[in-house]
């Protein structure tokens, strides 16, 4: 069974700093991959997603993803947050293009002044 | 492109009573939609998956006369929270799939409060 682990439940960081959001899958095939993001109190916007091919993939809102099947991991890195990045972050994996997917945990992003 | 449009965004209703969510696809064809509920702090938990013109998949543990799902149209699917009680007091959000399949396009979703 496919599974999605996001360790860290909660991130702070300052405005202006990096940001790396860490993702760990367990799939046996090479996995449908997904970063959504959600404000509080609202449905979830798509980020990015990896299929197949280049395993850097460029996102929205200045957010990229690299896939490394070694690590079986997808993080999601901004090189520089803004405030309005404070949200709560999933990673999410699907078997295919038509099935369900699995949602981590979720990790929850504070951006300090 | 591909916005899900999900409605009402937030009801109150007295405990016993029914509650329908409509949740639409305004530039695609959905012809897959899914249905999720949300606890505060806490992930989507998937609660069934519908086809349009097919009946819906519902997850383990999710009880199918409770949550009526229809999905009659590649627009439209709804749910209906039969005889709410507080338990079922919740974030529920829908997505949809056009016939390319991924990536999920997800509703605002719809806070859910039983009295």
């Known amino acids: 069974a496919q599974s999605v682990t996001q360790p860290d439940i909660h991130i702070t960081v300052s405005e202006g700093a990096s940001l790396e959001l860490r993702c760990n899958y367990s799939y046996g095939a090479t996995p449908y991959l997904f970063w959504y993001v959600q404000s509080p109190g609202q449905g979830l916007q798509l980020l990015l997603k990896?299929?197949?091919?280049?395993?850097l993939v460029q996102g929205i809102k200045g957010f990229e993803a690299e896939f490394k099947r070694s690590q079986s991991s997808f993080n999601l890195r901004k090189p520089s947050v803004h405030w309005s990045d404070a949200a709560e972050y999933f990673c999410a994996v699907g078997s295919d293009s038509w099935g369900k997917l699995q949602f981590g945990a979720g990790t929850q992003v504070v951006v300090t002044p | 492109g591909a916005v899900v449009s999900q409605h009402p965004s937030w009801v109150i209703c007295k405990s016993g009573t029914s509650v329908k969510i409509e949740c639409r696809s305004l530039d695609f064809q959905a012809t897959t939609m899914f249905w999720y509920r949300q606890f505060p702090k806490q992930s989507l938990m998937l609660m069934a998956t519908?086809?349009?013109?097919?009946?819906?998949?519902?997850e383990q543990g999710v009880e199918k006369d409770k949550f009526l799902i229809n999905h009659a149209s590649l627009t439209l699917s709804t749910l209906t929270v039969t005889s709410a009680h507080p338990e079922d007091s919740s974030f529920y959000i829908c997505?949809?799939?056009?016939?390319?399949?991924?990536?999920?396009?997800f509703g605002d979703g719809t806070r859910l409060s039983i009295l």
């Open positions: 997505s949809a799939t056009g016939q390319g399949g991924q990536p999920q396009h």
């Open positions: 990896y299929f197949s091919g280049d395993t």
């Open positions: 519908s086809n349009e013109g097919s009946k819906a998949t519902y």
